[in-house]
């Protein structure tokens, strides 16, 4: 089970709960529990997992001293691949929502 904050416009995505609890798939990424919730990348700005900061369309988030997992940088680096575990918390924030988070 994890649990998963919808913010902004996403958060009807997640009916009357908030936060959303979610069971996991085994081996279930950041990616797929987008496409489970009808949420294109497209749509999102950030994407914090535990409280630090997974993904970002801003480039002063990273000048704004949020925290960040070691090995979540790099051209190579695949946000929406990161596997999520039972016990996780992931926020959830809508492009409208940008620049409210930095």
């Given at each position: 089970?994890?649990?998963?904050?919808?913010?902004?416009?996403?958060?009807?995505?997640?009916?009357?709960?908030?936060?959303?609890?979610?069971?996991?798939?085994?081996?279930?990424?950041?990616?797929?529990?987008?496409?489970?919730?009808?949420?294109?990348?497209?749509?999102?700005?950030?994407?914090?997992?535990?409280?630090?900061?997974?993904?970002s369309r801003?480039?002063?988030?990273?000048?704004?001293?949020?925290?960040?997992?070691?090995?979540?940088?790099?051209?190579?680096?695949?946000?929406?691949?990161?596997?999520?575990?039972?016990?996780?918390?992931?926020?959830?924030?809508?492009?409208?929502?940008?620049?409210?988070?930095?």
């Amino acid at each position: 089970m994890i649990e998963v904050w919808l913010y902004g416009d996403l958060r009807r995505r997640a009916g009357d709960q908030a936060p959303a609890r979610l069971s996991l798939a085994e081996g279930e990424t950041v990616g797929d529990l987008l496409r489970r919730l009808d949420i294109a990348p497209k749509e999102v700005s950030h994407i914090f997992l535990n409280g630090k900061l997974l993904l970002s369309r801003s480039s002063m988030a990273p000048w704004l001293g949020y925290r960040r997992e070691e090995g979540w940088t790099g051209s190579d680096f695949n946000p929406l691949a990161v596997e999520l575990r039972p016990g996780d918390r992931l926020g959830i924030f809508p492009r409208k929502m940008g620049m409210l988070v930095v």
